[in-house]
């Protein structure tokens, strides 16, 4: 069974600093994939960054990057130079390579941009 | 990208009768739907997995009969909440995987919110 761990149920940011949001994670599995995705007061689920267990490199995408520790088991997601609009739900989720493609999905952090 | 659109956006309906939300890939043809439920300030929590002409396959504690799910066509799949009550309220969300696209690709709904009074 695969689980996903954030610590921080809320977050805060002044605009325009960095700020790391944690992702702890646990399996068994030899392979596998981790996500973060962004939930706005709207609800849709915006695919932020995706990383995979067998990854060299950090994953990075715009002002988005994941600090991919694999021995630690963490995920964590940084976000650089913060803007009002980053103001939303993260969440971390992982899928295994066994899952058939099934998502398991943290309880997220509320980060809160602000001006 | 890829789209994924869900119908209807928000719905309200009595206690004791069934509404189907549908969920659709736009433009890309999707082998695997999922369907998750999110309470409020809550996370997701996946309740099935639908695969295109065979039956669902439901997380352990989700009563099949009362989520009916039907995925008859490689963009379609629907779910059926079935003689609602007011603890079904919820928001429910799908998500598809694009069966010629990268192995984690998965695009997600903009969600339906189910209020049931």
């Known amino acids: 069974a695969q689980k996903i761990t954030q610590t921080q149920p809320g977050m805060f940011v002044q605009e325009k600093e960095a700020v790391t949001l944690d992702c702890t994670y646990d399996?068994?599995?030899?392979?596998?994939?981790l996500f973060w995705y962004k939930q706005p007061s709207s609800g849709e689920m915006i695919f932020l960054i995706y990383q995979g267990s067998y990854d060299q490199q950090n994953a990075t995408e715009g002002r988005y990057s994941l600090n991919f520790q694999k021995a630690r088991k963490s995920a964590n997601l940084v976000i650089s130079a913060s803007q009002l609009g980053d103001s939303a739900m993260y969440f971390c989720?992982?899928?295994?390579?066994?899952?058939?493609?099934?998502?398991?999905f943290g309880k997220g952090t509320l980060l809160t941009v602000n001006p | 990208g890829a789209v994924v659109s869900q119908h209807p956006s928000r719905v309200i309906c009595k206690s004791g009768t069934s509404v189907k939300i549908e969920c659709r890939s736009l433009d890309f043809q999707a082998t695997t739907m999922f369907w998750y439920r999110q309470f409020p300030k809550k996370s997701l929590m996946l309740m099935a997995t639908?695969?295109?002409?065979?039956?669902?396959?439901?997380e352990q504690g989700v009563e099949k009969d009362k989520f009916l799910i039907n995925h008859a066509s490689l963009t379609l799949s629907t779910l059926t909440v079935t003689s609602a009550h007011p603890e079904d309220s919820s928001f429910y969300i799908c998500?598809?995987?694009?069966?010629?696209?990268?192995?984690?690709?998965?695009?997600f709904g903009p969600g339906t919110r189910l209020t049931v009074t």
């Open positions: 998500s598809a995987r694009d069966r010629t696209g990268s192995s984690y690709e998965q695009y």
């Open positions: 399996t068994s599995d030899p392979s596998y994939g």
């Open positions: 639908s695969n295109e002409g065979s039956k669902a396959t439901y």
């Open positions: 989720a992982m899928r295994a390579i066994f899952s058939n493609y099934k998502l398991t």
